[in-house]
């Protein structure tokens, strides 16, 4: 079935101003889940001929249409994803109790099976066990291969086995139906896991014709790493080629022994020659691109950074960690929240650079539901930023 078309008007708040403007191509979406997405207060929304739109003729269900995660602002995709890592929250509460039984089951057959009466008893099994000990030893030099030490092993064994060879059959498939039991559960959580993860990186990931395309120079092969590759591939999937304009020319070159860092003049990202830390590193560095390429994006995370520590003093990098260097400086926020990493408070002395979209965009390529978390609104702001939202 074709998607549905209808006009409508979108009201968005802009620095406390009210815009508006009018979207040709709204399409009403199920959520990621198959929920129906309602877009501001508008709820179910009918077409002309009466039916909703995710019906087809006749009322019959038409199959969901994939959201359209690439047109998404950033608020849009952050609402859109904390739904469902709000769902998800919630089943992992429920899995909690689902484990902690599971677990006590298993506990509970290998406390039945070691309980059932043996051919010896404790006591025996006991003098059994320091006899074979004592055997093994006899040499001088601990030897458990001896005639001697294997038949007081085989004796042992057959004091500890069970007296009722079929209750112990019973007993042992307990515990391994328990077992099987608490792995198959573990798979499930694990798959669900994963398929979350998916999602974000899914709703992340522009569609082809919005994506940017880098033009790289430099050191061809540093640029040619597989981690330095994924990172670039990364990055383009992350960022509109509306967000670069016409700056997409990016020059690869080795940092060597110094950290990795992004020069605005010429637009050169110097990487560690070891690799750093794969993609993220590479990532962040674009992320100093980024911020460069489109004037919107640094003053969004500028006024970001200045709004968020309005009055708080500045600090030494130092104080943070010891591998910063002197004059490396930073402002805590002072809006009652914290930085994920005090690095995203970074003042730049020549000013009109920071650390957020570097930082936030690293953390959309690697961990973006962590961010989402921890700073829904620094989420939002570093997608439209990538997007060209702004
Ligand atoms: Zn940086």
């Given at each position: 079935m074709e998607d549905l078309i209808i006009p409508r008007v979108v009201a968005r708040l802009v620095d406390g101003r009210i815009k508006l403007h009018i979207d040709l191509k709204f399409n009403p979406n199920h959520g990621p889940d198959g929920r129906f997405t309602t877009y501001g207060s508008g709820g179910r929304i009918q077409t002309p001929g009466g039916e909703s739109p995710h019906f087809g003729p006749g009322g019959k269900p038409s199959k969901p249409t994939a959201p359209k995660y690439s047109k998404m602002s950033g608020e849009e995709l952050a609402k859109e994803l904390q739904s469902a890592a709000d769902k998800r929250d919630a089943e992992k509460k429920e899995e909690a109790k689902e484990r902690k039984k599971l677990k006590t089951a298993y506990k509970q057959a290998q406390k039945e099976r070691e309980g059932l009466p043996t051919v010896g008893s404790a006591a025996e099994i006991e003098a059994a066990r320091d006899k074979w000990n004592a055997e093994c030893k006899k040499g001088g030099k601990w030897d458990s291969t001896t005639?001697?030490?294997?038949?007081?092993?085989?004796?042992?064994?057959?004091?500890?086995?069970?007296?009722?060879?079929?209750?112990?059959?019973?007993?042992?498939?307990?515990?391994?139906?328990?077992?099987?039991?608490?792995?198959?559960?573990?798979?499930?959580?694990?798959?669900?896991?994963?398929?979350?993860?998916?999602?974000?990186?899914?709703?992340?990931?522009?569609?082809?014709?919005?994506?940017?395309?880098?033009?790289?120079?430099?050191?061809?092969?540093?640029?040619?790493?597989?981690?330095?590759?994924?990172?670039?591939?990364?990055?383009?999937?992350?960022?509109?080629?509306?967000?670069?304009?016409?700056?997409?020319?990016?020059?690869?070159?080795?940092?060597?022994?110094?950290?990795?860092?992004?020069?605005?003049?010429?637009?050169?990202?110097?990487?560690?020659?070891?690799?750093?830390?794969?993609?993220?590193?590479?990532?962040?560095?674009?992320?100093?691109?980024?911020?460069?390429?489109?004037?919107?994006?640094?003053?969004?995370?500028?006024?970001?950074?200045?709004?968020?520590?309005?009055?708080?003093?500045?600090?030494?990098?130092?104080?943070?960690?010891?591998?910063?260097?002197?004059?490396?400086?930073?402002?805590?926020?002072?809006?009652?929240?914290?930085?994920?990493?005090?690095y995203m408070g970074k003042i730049y002395r020549r000013g009109g650079s920071t650390e957020l979209l570097s930082m936030g965009l690293e953390m959309l390529a690697t961990k973006p539901d962590v961010l989402l978390k921890k700073d829904p609104e620094l989420f939002a702001l570093v997608v439209n930023a990538a997007r060209g939202k702004l």
């Open positions: 005639p001697e030490a294997k038949a007081v092993w085989a004796e042992l064994n057959r004091l500890r086995s069970p007296k009722d060879a079929k209750a112990a059959a019973l007993a042992d498939k307990k515990v391994s139906e328990a077992g099987k039991a608490s792995a198959s559960f573990e798979d499930k959580v694990r798959a669900k896991n994963k398929a979350a993860k998916e999602q974000f990186h899914t709703a992340l990931t522009l569609d082809k014709e919005d994506r940017a395309s880098l033009d790289i120079r430099g050191d061809k092969k540093l640029a040619g790493k597989t981690s330095v590759k994924k990172g670039i591939a990364r990055y383009e999937e992350l960022v509109s080629a509306e967000a670069l304009g016409e700056r997409s020319r990016v020059y690869i070159e080795n940092a060597g022994r110094e950290r990795a860092f992004y020069r605005d003049s010429d637009g050169s990202v110097h990487l560690e020659s070891g690799g750093g830390r794969g993609i993220a590193t590479v990532v962040h560095e674009l992320g100093h691109h980024l911020e460069h390429a489109s004037p919107a994006a640094r003053h969004a995370a500028v006024m970001f950074r200045r709004e968020k520590t309005v009055g708080s003093p500045t600090k030494s990098l130092k104080t943070v960690s010891k591998a910063y260097d002197r004059d490396e400086i930073y402002k805590e926020r002072s809006d009652g929240k914290k930085w994920i990493d005090p």
